[in-house]
């Protein structure tokens, strides 16, 4: 009895092993896809309605856009804004949370009550603080109370109150973000390092110089960037203070789409937002990163 050989296998029979798909693409593809939709395909949409109409590219709405007499005063208006508030932000968050990290008596209650205006919305804020610099505020009743003249703070023809308002009114509502992200970088900082400078005789603001904002410099850049994005969109607290009195880029937007019907010039001017903004935080993971990042310089 003679036992056969199996028949080697032929070409139909042979299949090729399957190229798996990496766990890395299923895990990262479905994020990937949710911001080219978020993100992506609104930008797209941005850029074509801004730069295109039935006719094919053009620049007449950039050049509307530009030649509006609302426009540049609603860009110095809101650079001004911006280089004056942040500084005073940062100062002010700070050294609350520096008053905080040495925890006085009820300082949970002190975060609990600079954290309350987390909670309200733009809209809500600036109508708290219209009830205060309105001429029948309560700002004027104390004065008057007080024996002495109010004022119209927020008169159309007096810009130099109103941005004073508008600005007082931001620092309000927006500084306990800044405050929440100090706070939080605090306390990844061991009081060790605080400690020993003192040790060696450095005084308070040679610590604060020398160790404790270096060592705070991660999340100052986020809280940097954040706040400084935020601060471009600033729109609801001076529309609810000043209405038109006082222009800025945000509520330019708002005005040609809603008021002037006029889509195509407000994408023109959400673009120049989107693009200051991509500027503005380019330049401070620059300036903020630290040397051992992305090479010497």
């Known amino acids: 009895m003679t036992v056969q050989a199996p028949a080697a296998p032929t070409k139909a029979t042979v299949r090729a092993p399957r190229r798996r798909v990496p766990a890395a693409v299923w895990l990262i593809g479905p994020s990937v896809i949710f911001m080219i939709l978020l993100l992506g395909w609104p930008v797209v949409e941005g850029v074509l309605q801004a730069f295109q109409d039935e006719n094919g590219f053009t620049l ?20 001004l804004l911006i280089v004056v508030m942040i500084p005073i932000q940062f100062a002010f968050a700070i050294g609350m949370a520096l008053l905080l990290r040495a925890n006085p008596r009820l300082h949970k209650v002190h975060f609990f009550v600079w954290a309350i205006p987390l909670a309200l919305s733009d809209l809500a804020a600036g109508l708290v603080w219209l009830s205060i610099f309105n001429d029948r505020g309560y700002l004027n009743s104390v004065l008057a109370w007080l024996g002495l003249e109010g004022g119209s703070w927020l008169a159309y023809d007096n810009q130099t109150t109103m941005f004073i308002c508008v600005l007082i009114a931001e620092l309000w509502r927006a500084t306990s973000l800044v405050l929440v992200i100090v706070v939080a970088g605090l306390q990844g900082i061991p009081k060790d390092y605080d400690e020993a400078a003192q040790v060696f005789g450095a005084t308070f603001w040679q610590r604060l110089r020398h160790v404790t904002l270096p060592l705070l410099k991660p999340s100052l850049q986020v809280a940097l960037i954040l706040r400084t994005i935020l601060a471009f969109q600033t729109f609801a607290v001076a529309q609810a203070l000043t209405g038109q009195n006082f222009p800025l880029v945000v509520g330019e937007t708002y005005r040609w789409y809603t ?3 006029n889509p195509n010039v407000a994408a023109a001017l959400a673009l120049v937002i989107l693009v200051v903004s991509m500027l503005t935080s380019i330049f401070y993971l620059r300036a903020l990163r630290e040397k051992n990042q992305g090479g010497t310089r």
Do not use: E, H, K
């Open 60 to 79: 007449d709405f950039v050049t509307r856009m530009v030649q509006d007499p609302y426009f540049w005063p609603a860009v110095r208006n809101t650079l």
């Open 259 to 261: 008021g002037l019907q």
